[in-house]
């Protein structure tokens, strides 16, 4: 099957097929070459799959004759039904991929196939998405473009009248790419109808413009998210309504991967300042609900209250994830290399898959009753001060003959580390004349991860692989799972191993692969720097700064803060109290009841007003610190935060029933 074939293809999404179709477009791009985008469209593509042409591509591919056969049958025969209006009508039908069957998807694929394959070989860029064909032309001037993209749409049309599929010049959309500021436009013709020409074509969900700009496609995912949130503003007010943590998850659930999709297509647009300025807008009013703060209240406290990022930032992240899974080398990462998984079409063919056992001991009667092998071998990882190792101790009878000690970087899991030892296990099963073999595991999430035959983890792969041919050497292995830390000799052993080999291995590490969670930490945490330096550098949350001055900080510790329409008050300044009532025509003066020249701002009731100076004098002596601004980072860290948020929201509560009488 053609790699250029996305739909319904393993370890294959719409997003790698828009990666892979915009790498290739800037390449071209940057070599100063008229692009030329041409999206086809099939009419009624999964409905006009030719039965016979089907019949012809299974015999190509050389496709068993039983399943060919299976195939005939399920393509016989068959009818189409509609019953209306007390009466019958019935048809029978000799095309068409069944909808909603299992096979159908790869039926059209293997329908489709020697089309791509066929502009492969001829050197035209062409690629799909079920039947979502897109084909890209370059050349240096437009003459040469037009000649090409001319004899292979002609092709494609000649291939659709064999196979009895229809192409729709007139639904057929192209589109030039350049950089060139002068240059001619190519006259695209299929089956001698002008094919129009458009300044953005929409694929797979993504708008891509002449300019790959993606201002559309940002502004259509804004309209999008803007009117979730006109819903969600309903039903979600500073008093009452939807829990903060609900609309929290109705967010992350619904319209952040609304923006988010596809972001490493078009996160180069993300840095822009109107790009970052309309996901601000939608972001703004969604935070807002969250923390229950006015709609005053500025992005920057809204944002850090609520606990959720900056969507631009997002968007930039996402894409980064994306490239670090694919392998595409990250600063944040260094050179490391990150742990895949292995190609699916690597994977045995289900007939040629053993069957592993797993059995659970609890106990040591347990183990004891399981022990009648040749060998067992005990295997364990570890993590221990910030170092990963892992270990096997293999046992003859009560004797234990050898011993392996494997080292990991510090990046790594311990799970990493339990996948090691059990693969190392059976190399040493492979190398061993012995023909029963025990492994005895402590980790049940590693053991499940080997016998899932669907499961694709690089070392799981390879220790399958290594128990096959055990399997076919007239080896039997049993694997078992067994308590940790329950006196075992064997897992203490292994236990006592993998911890020597955290702390003491100075040799190169035997497994360097990062895992995908390495590469999220390590993403996150660019992530949090330049959101910090935004917010620290930002004119607003002037009051925020003042409990939260660093946004790292802030953002691990805002979940362990029930926030309320209260709190937000506080921590922003936006409420009820004087001086914010007057910035706003609400009240005449902005003046503190203490003093008729001090401003009623939070600040200044927290710290200055005189009229608590004898709850803030309490406070201070139970928890042995000054209520100052400069202390309140240090309090809100401490575990003395809830006794201070309780005396700010009952001074802002005063303050607040105060002016509402006024």
């Given at each position: 099957?053609s ?15 828009l ?7 800037h390449r ?9 985008l ?7 593509a999964?409905d006009?799959a030719?039965?016979p ?13 039983n ?11 068959r ?7 007390g009466e ?6 000799t ?14 694929n293997?329908?489709l ?7 492969e ?16 032309f370059d ?34 959309n ?10 001619d ?12 020409m458009?300044?953005e074509i929409?694929?797979?969900g ?21 009117g ?8 979600a007010?500073?008093s ?16 952040e991967?609304?923006i988010l ?8 647009a993300?840095?822009?300042l ?5 996901l601000?807008?939608v ?5 807002q ?6 709609r005053?209240?500025?992005?920057n406290?809204?944002?850090?209250l ?5 969507l631009?930032l ?11 899974k ?40 347990q ?8 060998i067992?071998?005990?295997?364990d ?11 096997l ?17 510090g ?19 492979l190398?061993?004349?012995a ?19 669907s499961?694709?983890?690089p ?6 692989d290594?128990l ?20 075992m000799?064997g897992n ?5 191993l ?5 702390l003491g ?9 990062y ?29 925020t ?12 510790m805002i ?10 008050q506080?921590?922003t300044?936006?409420?009820g ?10 009240k005449?003066?902005?003046?503190c009841a ?10 200044h ?24 601004r ?7 860290n401490?575990k ?20 509402k009488?006024a």
């Amino acid at each position: 099957m053609s790699t250029r074939q996305y739909g319904f293809m393993p370890q294959r999404s719409t997003e790698d097929s828009l990666y892979n179709l915009m790498q290739h477009i800037h390449r071209k791009s940057d070599e100063k070459k008229i692009i030329v985008l041409v999206s086809l469209d099939i009419e009624g593509a999964f409905d006009s799959a030719w039965w016979p042409a089907i019949r012809v591509r299974l015999a190509e591919e050389k496709c068993p004759l039983n399943l060919r056969k299976v195939f005939d049958s399920y393509l016989r025969n068959r009818e189409i039904v509609v019953r209306y209006a007390g009466e019958e009508c019935t048809k029978i039908t000799t095309k068409g991929c069944v909808q909603g069957s299992i096979g159908g998807p790869i039926l059209w694929n293997l329908l489709l196939d020697p089309l791509l394959k066929s502009l492969e070989n001829w050197g035209e860029y062409g690629q799909a998405f079920a039947d979502d064909v897109v084909l890209v032309f370059d050349g240096d001037t437009a003459l040469e473009v037009q000649g090409r993209a001319n004899v292979a749409l002609e092709h494609v049309r000649t291939w659709g009248v064999k196979n009895k599929l229809k192409f729709a010049p007139q639904k057929t959309n192209a589109m030039v790419i350049t950089r060139k500021l002068k240059h001619d436009t190519p006259r695209l013709r299929m089956g001698g109808i002008d094919i129009a020409m458009s300044r953005e074509i929409k694929l797979l969900g993504v708008t891509i413009d002449d300019r790959l700009t993606f201002n559309t496609h940002v502004a259509n995912v804004c309209r999008k998210a803007t009117g979730i949130y006109k819903l969600l503003s309903r039903a979600a007010r500073v008093s009452w309504g939807l829990n903060p943590d609900i609309v929290r998850i109705i967010y992350t659930a619904t319209i952040e991967p609304i923006i988010l999709y596809a972001a490493s297509v078009w996160a180069p647009a993300a840095k822009k300042l109107m790009t970052i300025k309309q996901l601000q807008v939608v972001q703004r009013g969604i935070a807002q609900k969250i923390c229950k703060g006015y709609r005053t209240v500025s992005l920057n406290s809204a944002l850090l209250l609520a606990g959720i990022l900056p969507l631009d930032l997002r968007v930039r992240e996402a894409a980064s994830l994306y490239e670090a899974k694919r392998g595409v080398p990250r600063l944040e990462l260094g050179d490391r290399e990150i742990e895949r998984v292995a190609p699916a079409i690597e994977a045995p063919h289900p007939a040629e898959r053993i069957s592993l056992r797993l059995v659970s001991l609890v106990d040591r009667e347990q183990l004891n009753q399981n022990s009648d092998f040749e060998i067992r071998i005990f295997t364990d990882g570890s993590r221990i001060e910030g170092k990963v190792g892992a270990a096997l101790s293999v046992w003859n009878g009560e004797t234990e003959i050898k011993a392996f000690k494997l080292a990991l970087p510090g990046y790594c899991t311990v799970y990493q580390a339990e996948l090691l030892a059990i693969c190392k296990a059976t190399h040493v099963i492979l190398g061993h004349p012995a023909s029963s073999f025990g492994v005895y595991s402590d980790s049940m999430a590693a053991l499940q991860t080997v016998i899932n035959h669907s499961c694709l983890h690089p070392l799981a792969v390879e220790s399958r692989d290594k128990l096959t041919t055990a399997s076919l050497q007239g080896k039997v292995v049993t694997l078992f799972w067994i308590k940790a830390h329950a006196g075992m000799e064997g897992n203490e052993r292994a236990d006592q191993l993998a911890k020597s080999a955290a702390l003491g291995s100075k040799r190169r590490p035997d497994y360097d692969l990062y895992p995908v969670s390495f590469a999220k930490r390590s993403i996150r945490l660019a992530t949090l720097d330049e959101w910090n330096r935004r917010y620290r550098t930002g004119e607003t949350a002037s009051v925020t700064k003042i409990f939260f001055p660093d946004a790292v900080t802030a953002y691990r510790m805002i979940r362990k803060i029930k926030i309320d329409c209260i709190i937000t008050q506080i921590m922003t300044g936006h409420g009820g109290f004087s001086e914010y009532l007057n910035r706003f025509k609400c009240k005449e003066s902005p003046s503190c009841a203490c003093e008729p020249g001090a401003e009623e701002s939070v600040p200044h009731i927290l710290f200055d007003c005189p009229i608590p100076a004898m709850q803030r004098f309490e406070l201070g002596n139970k928890i042995n610190q000054n209520i100052v601004r400069e202390n309140v980072p240090n309090i809100l860290n401490s575990k003395e935060r809830d006794t201070f948020l309780k005396f700010c929201i009952e001074i802002a509560q005063n303050v607040i029933n105060r002016n509402k009488t006024a």
